[in-house]
Antibody, heavy 129, light 110 residues
Framework: QVQLQQWGAGLLKPSETLSLTCAVY????????WSWIRQPPGKGLEWIGE???????NYNPSLKSRVTISVDTSKNQFSLKLSSVTAADTAVYYC???????????????????????WGKGTTVTVSS | SSELTQDPAVSVALGQTVRITCQGD??????ASWYQQKPGQAPVLVIY???NRPSGIPDRFSGSSSGNTASLTITGAQAEDEADYYC?????????????FGGGTKLTVL
């Protein structure tokens, strides 16, 4: 049973850098996309970015200038850094495992699939002066 | 980039059937995945692919897709199904693929 355990600083001051790490236990690190997602209080889910085992990344265009996601395959861990935080970055941050591939034809249309099947418990990050 | 649109809130009588919809251009080429989130908990995957349920998800949950719209159907809704539901897919329309979530639908079971 794959489990994700995440940790990092929970209280930051404006302009500081948010830093979180997620460790993968009980499963392979390769063949998946490893994502960070956040949820501001009372709001919906926002995808931050992802990395695969070889270090290839994709980021949410709205956060790209401040986000760095890195991987340490020797430890089965991946990390998030978000620079120059403000109160708007206050949220619960989740790590998750993503899978993507060809889903086959439905009628005449070919579909792909993407889903996140394993999630961390979440880390509450508060930005306040 | 593509967006996914969901109705903010839906209600259903106990034991009845409810459909939660998600619209977006990315759904013309990607199956939506669906997540259930209860207060204070991490999201849980309930439907993925064409219409697949992870182990442990009751068979009253099902998914379907047509054009740019994906649907999550709960047949015989139970009190424990009251939660927020989010759809999700990859968006490959731009220069770099990214991932999008719908705004979420709050389901109330009456």
């Amino acid at each position: 049973q794959v489990q994700l355990q995440q940790w990092g600083a929970g209280l930051l001051k404006p302009s500081e850098t948010l830093s979180l790490t997620c460790a993968v236990y009980g499963g392979s690190f390769s063949g998946y996309y490893w994502s960070w997602i956040r949820q501001p209080p009372g709001k919906g889910l926002e995808w931050i970015g992802e990395i695969n085992h070889s270090g290839s990344t994709n980021y949410n265009p709205s956060l790209k200038s401040r986000v760095t996601i890195s991987v340490d395959t020797s430890k089965n861990q991946f990390s998030l850094k978000l620079s120059s935080v403000t109160a708007a970055d206050t949220a619960v941050y989740y790590c998750a495992r993503g899978l993507s591939g060809g889903g086959g034809y439905s009628g005449y249309d070919y579909y792909y699939y993407y889903y996140m099947d394993v999630w961390g418990k979440g880390t509450t990050v508060t930005v306040s002066s | 980039s593509s967006e996914l649109t969901q109705d903010p809130a839906v209600s259903v009588a106990l034991g009845q059937t409810v459909r939660i919809t998600c619209q977006g251009d990315s759904l013309r080429s990607y199956y939506a995945s669906w997540y259930q989130q209860k207060p204070g908990q991490a999201p849980v995957l309930v439907i993925y692919g064409k219409n697949n349920r992870p182990s442990g998800i009751p068979d009253r949950f099902s998914g379907s897709s047509s054009g740019n719209t994906a649907s999550l159907t709960i047949t015989g809704a139970q009190a424990e199904d009251e939660a927020d539901y989010y759809c999700n897919s990859r968006d490959s329309s731009g220069n770099h693929p990214n991932v999008v979530f719908g705004g979420g639908t709050k389901l109330t079971v009456l």
